[in-house]
């Protein structure tokens, strides 16, 4: 994933920050369909900062798996889940695990998501 504020080295205003998370509120509160809310957030977050993909993993307790939703950025395609990515291999088990938040970048390669980088870095066309 790849981020950085938008203004381009400069910094937002707060106002434009606030409207921006009023805007990705809004959005979770009025989209139902994953794509749909997606979408909606990619548009609102663009305003702020840039990056590659959007997603949620949300644990099933009584599984102990996580449901996965992950969207292209540019393309606003859905994400399928790569059937070899063990749940231990991704990113939302290792911030469950360390309650941490976690922020990484595909061109800066990190040994504990490789094949999860490795799956968000594939082509990918269409959109949804």
Same mark, same amino acid.
């Given at each position: 994933?790849?981020?950085?504020e938008v203004a381009e080295g400069t910094?937002?205003?707060?106002?434009?920050?606030?409207?921006?998370?009023?805007?990705?509120s #809004?959005?979770?509160?009025?989209?139902?369909?994953?794509q749909d809310l997606?979408?909606?957030l990619v548009k609102e977050l663009h305003r702020v900062v840039r990056f590659d993909y959007i997603g949620v993993s949300i644990r099933d307790e009584k599984s102990n798996t996580f449901h996965r939703h992950f969207v292209d950025a540019e393309t606003?395609?859905?994400?399928?889940?790569?059937?070899e990515l063990t749940m231990e291999?991704?990113?939302?088990?290792?911030?469950?695990? #360390?309650?941490e938040r976690l922020v990484t970048s595909l061109e800066a390669r990190d040994a504990r998501?490789?094949?999860?980088?490795?799956?968000?870095?594939?082509?990918?066309?269409?959109?949804c």
């Open positions: 994933m790849h981020t950085e910094r937002l205003s707060a106002a434009t920050r606030y409207e921006s998370l009023v805007g990705v #809004n959005a979770i509160g009025t989209h139902r369909d994953p997606f979408g909606a606003e395609a859905a994400i399928p889940p790569d059937p291999q991704s990113d939302a088990w290792w911030v469950y695990h #360390n309650q998501f490789s094949k999860l980088q490795e799956a968000l870095s594939r082509p990918r066309s269409g959109s």
